[in-house]
């Protein structure tokens, strides 16, 4: 099998993004169709930026499933563990209002969507051994069986050697029950070699303590994570390694159409760049650089930026 750097487990979705432009949804009129979920957009990503990602999924076998299927494939994520939902469950959809650069909400329709139904059979072990690194996210712990599906493909990672990185993607609407989402975040987080999340995301996985980003990175420093990132939108981000060292890093000025996207190319620039081995410092660049480009755009995913424009962006700012 070949190797790949990464690969993603969790929703693949479809987004409709308003295309009518500071305006509420209910007088959005028209909307354009991109493959959106979190975890799929950093397959995109970073499959843009050029390592060899593969994706584990369950889609509805239905139009929405093929074209979430067909779109990832021309754009070289691997799809042989998309699976496809005998049961008639369906792909979520989420439609985005984009009502000024600084107001932007989705509205996700996620009842009995199939990504919440992937299931430890739905893929081999050894398809996961075959990657450097294992990204899951946050979301796809929120119901069973999906929640068996990441524990167990996070505990034949790490038996494996195989990187396990989390990003803490929290969406309230699949979580049933207020308790459940620290419970299973912490165990994950616990796990993982690097966590990825927004300080509100962060406060989730903690439970509400309203601890400081000190006070979180502390904690999990005591378990498996070796680098935690935490994000603070339009202030940047920050990220700490085991060893006492934090790095700031700091978002890029755009104009902004809207906000949506930032964390999924900001997930996709940092991982490229640590897989090229560039320093933590560089990586929060290549991540914030990222960013910036996505949400000067109408999409998450077909937005994604190539090497070139990140690295023309990080220039021309420093220049
Ligand atoms: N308005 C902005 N302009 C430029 N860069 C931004 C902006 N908002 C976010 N970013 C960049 O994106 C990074 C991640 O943003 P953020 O903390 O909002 O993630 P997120 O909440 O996960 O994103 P999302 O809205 O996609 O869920 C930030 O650290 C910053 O570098
Ligand atoms: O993560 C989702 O399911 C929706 C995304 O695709 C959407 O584009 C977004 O909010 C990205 O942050």
């Not at 099998?1 to 993603?8: A, H, R």
């Not at 979920?37 to 950093?42: C, E, K, L, R």
């Not at 509100?200 to 006070?215: A, N, P, R």
């Not at 190319?265 to 480009?293: P, R, T, V």
Request: net charge negative; hydrophobic share 35%.
């Amino acid at each position: 099998m070949t190797k790949l750097d990464l690969i993603t487990l969790g929703r693949a979705a479809v987004d409709f993004n308003a295309n009518e432009i500071n305006r509420p949804m209910e007088e959005t009129m028209t909307f354009t169709k991109y493959v959106g979920g979190s975890p799929a957009n950093v397959a995109i990503g970073t499959a843009k930026l050029g390592l060899n990602v593969g994706m584990i999924s369950r889609v509805s076998s239905d139009q929405h499933g093929n074209f979430v299927v067909d779109y990832m494939d021309r754009a070289g994520v691997d799809t042989k563990y998309f699976k496809r939902d005998t049961e008639g469950r369906k792909t979520g959809l989420t439609f985005t209002e984009i009502k000024s650069p600084e107001e932007c909400s989705i509205l996700m329709y996620r009842d009995n969507v199939a990504d919440l139904y992937l299931s430890v059979d739905d893929f081999d072990d050894d398809y996961i051994t075959t990657a450097d690194s294992l990204l899951v996210s946050g979301t796809a712990l929120s119901q069973s069986p999906s929640r068996e599906a990441v524990f167990h493909a996070v505990d034949v990672a790490k038996r494996h050697g195989v990187e396990v990185i989390f990003e803490l993607d929290y969406r309230p609407y699949t979580w049933k029950r207020e308790e459940e989402k620290s419970i299973y975040m912490m165990e994950i987080a616990k796990k993982a070699d690097i966590v990825l999340g927004t300080r509100d995301e962060f406060d989730v996985l903690e439970g509400d303590k309203g601890l400081s980003d000190d006070e979180s990175v502390k904690h999990l420093f005591n378990h498996s994570p070796k680098l935690i990132v935490i994000k603070h939108g339009v202030k940047g981000s920050k990220a700490f390694t085991r060893e006492g060292e934090m790095i700031e890093g700091k978002a890029y000025k755009t104009e902004v159409l809207k906000t949506f996207g930032a964390g999924d190319s900001f997930a996709s620039g940092f991982i490229y760049a640590m897989k090229k081995e560039k320093s933590i410092e560089d990586a929060l660049k290549y991540g914030s650089a990222a960013a910036s480009i996505v949400v000067s755009k109408h999409s998450s995913s077909e937005a994604m930026p190539t090497v070139s424009e990140i690295e023309e962006l990080i220039k021309t700012h420093e220049g």
